[in-house]
């Protein structure tokens, strides 16, 4: 495969096996270009905390990044035994596109010019909007600007948090943690007012059980959050995953997926903004 830098022992033995077993067309015959993809591995960045949208229990992957992820690797050629997924927290995802640790990643990871700097970007698959997570009984905290002198969690590397920090800097104290799980457990033991991060990914921690009836999404969005496949910047990827995610809304998969993924949460995409068209590739 072309896009995976440094080859890992296991990498490499996949794409000798590969070399072997070429002319036995051993793969399914949905790849996008001739030349070895579909036999290897593909190792897909996603989060592992976020339920919903990426989320590891024991040995399953779940979520919506993962649904949309499965369904554009099957049409890059690779089956679902053949993609490796990885953690990605928000701080690590530009590294890890420009380091080749991943080779795509799917991880609520909102499309930035500052981001398209290092990385780049297919997609966007979908659109959600930062919000704030609040207790169930607080009615004082309706936006951003309720929030002075009060204690917000975010994560580290996000646009959330950095748009706390271009925008209410000096009202606002801001606590950084490395995942929203980690914020929502402080909120839930009182060492924090609120969370903020997009409404989908704070309306899927709010309906787990362990937080059912704990707290809510304030239902007020103040950004537009794109987003996209990361790639990295030489990968000649975008198109082809275009295309799928293209595929994908077009024969109601993407449909299905966020109405699955949904299910049981408090919440409804934005209608005018979803299911969004993909931005031409560079
Ligand atoms: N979509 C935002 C971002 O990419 C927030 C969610 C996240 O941290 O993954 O930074």
Request: net charge negative; proline share 5%.
């Given at each position: 495969m072309k896009y995976g830098k440094p080859m890992t022992l296991a990498a490499l033995a996949a794409a000798t096996a590969l070399t072997l077993t070429a002319c036995g067309g051993s793969d399914d015959g949905g790849g996008e270009s001739s030349g070895g993809d579909g036999g290897d591995s593909v190792r897909i960045g996603i989060k592992y905390d976020q339920p919903g949208l990426g989320f590891k229990d024991g040995e399953e992957y779940t979520g919506f990044d993962v649904d949309v992820a499965k369904y554009v690797a099957k049409e890059l050629g690779?089956?679902?035994?053949q993609i490796e997924w990885v953690e990605s927290p928000s701080a690590n995802r530009e590294n890890m596109l420009s380091n080749g640790q991943v080779d795509m990643i799917f991880a609520t990871y909102s499309i930035t010019d500052k981001r398209k700097e290092s990385v780049g970007f297919a997609g966007p698959y979908f659109v959600a909007g930062q919000d704030l997570l609040v207790s169930q009984?607080?009615?004082?905290?309706?936006?951003?600007?309720?929030?002075?002198?009060k204690n917000l969690c975010s994560v580290t590397g996000s646009t959330s948090a950095q748009k706390i920090k271009d925008e209410y800097a000096g009202t606002v104290n801001l606590v950084e943690q490395g995942g929203y799980a980690d914020c929502v457990t402080m909120l839930g033991s009182g060492g924090v007012d609120a969370v903020t991060t997009d409404d989908i990914i704070l309306a899927g921690l709010a309906a787990t059980d362990a937080n059912s009836g704990k707290f809510k999404v304030v239902g007020n969005p103040f950004t537009e959050e794109k987003y996209g496949v990361g790639i990295s910047k030489?990968?000649?990827?975008c198109q082809a995953i275009n295309d799928a995610i293209t595929k994908m809304v077009d024969d109601g998969a993407w449909e299905d997926a966020v109405t699955k993924n949904t299910e049981g949460a408090d919440y409804k995409y934005n209608e005018d903004l979803n299911p969004p068209t993909p931005d031409a590739c560079a």
């Open positions: 690779y089956s679902e035994d009984d607080n009615s004082d905290i309706q936006g951003p600007e309720d929030l002075e002198g030489d990968s000649d990827k």
